[in-house]
Nanobody, 116 residues
C-alpha cells in the first residue's frame, strides 16, 4: 500500500514559487507530526520543515526559514509546503514523511528545479 504521494514539483526561475502537496494514508498521517525533507544531487536527505498534529508548532531549517511555509489538512490527510523566493540551491527531490521520518515509507518524492 502506497502511504505517501508527493506532487506539485516543477521547473521555476530564481525567485519563483511552488506549492507542494503530500497525500498520506490515514494510518501514516493520523495523530502524527509531519515533515518535509529534500535530497539534492550528491547530498544526504535533509529536514526542511515540520508541523505538529494540531498545527500549533512549526519548525524550519535555517536555509528555508522565512521563505517556506508548511501546513496540513487533517480532514484530507494532506500536508503542504508553500515555497516562495526559490533559489537554485533549493533544487532537489522533495519528500514528505512523519517527523521524525519512518524509514520504510518514503514515497517517490517530487522534483523541484530552480533555474538561475
Amino acid at each position: 500500500q502506497v502511504q505517501l504521494v508527493e506532487s506539485g514539483g516543477g521547473l521555476v526561475q530564481d525567485g519563483g514559487s511552488l506549492r507542494l502537496s503530500c497525500l498520506a494514508s490515514r494510518r501514516t498521517f493520523s495523530g502524527r507530526p509531519m515533515g518535509w525533507f529534500r535530497q539534492a544531487p550528491g547530498k544526504e536527505r535533509e529536514f526542511i520543515a515540520g508541523i505538529n498534529w494540531d498545527s500549533t508548532v512549526e519548525d524550519y531549517a535555517d536555509s528555508v526559514k522565512g521563505r517556506f511555509t508548511i501546513a496540513r489538512d487533517n480532514a484530507e490527510n494532506r500536508v503542504y509546503l508553500q515555497m516562495n523566493s526559490l533559489k537554485p540551491e533549493d533544487t532537489a527531490v522533495y519528500y514528505c514523511n512523519t517527523n521524525p521520518p519512518q524509514r520504510d515509507i518514503w514515497g517517490r518524492g517530487t522534483q523541484v528545479s530552480v533555474s538561475s
